[in-house]
């Protein structure tokens, strides 16, 4: 498994930006497809974003398509989202992930998670 650091969380007010990072222990990191997944209190995780290992594909849940960017960096093996335009409903901790694609916009995770980040989209 890669062991997996988020961080770039923060409190930010509606309509601003912030950006997550996620670094990899791992080396292989290049060898894997990435994604980003959200929780928010008393609802399931779910899909945000994800990428394939050269970062050519990319996936997006619709809630963010067009405001989140999805980016990996692999010389740092560090994965990236950027979040412009937040609103208070994407409140929620975020996580990365190792992913599988399985068609289409069909991602899902493959094993390795990061602890989380906190975002908070104040009205």
């Known amino acids: 498994q890669v062991q997996l650091a988020e961080s770039g969380g923060g409190l930010v007010q509606a309509g601003g930006s912030l950006r997550l990072s996620c670094a990899a222990s791992e080396l292989t990191f290049r060898n894997y497809a990435m994604g980003w997944f959200r929780q928010a209190p008393g609802k399931a995780r779910e899909f945000v974003a994800a990428l394939n290992w050269s970062g050519g594909m990319t996936g997006y849940a619709d809630s963010v398509k067009g405001r989140f960017t999805i980016s990996r960096d692999n010389a740092k093996n560090t994965l990236y989202l950027q979040m412009n335009s937040l609103k208070p409903e994407d409140t929620a901790a975020y996580y990365c992930?190792?992913?599988?694609?399985?068609?289409?916009?069909?991602?899902?995770?493959?094993?390795?998670w990061g602890q989380g980040t906190q975002v908070t989209v104040s009205s």
């Open positions: 992930a190792t992913v599988q694609r399985r068609g289409g916009n069909s991602w899902f995770p493959s094993g390795s």
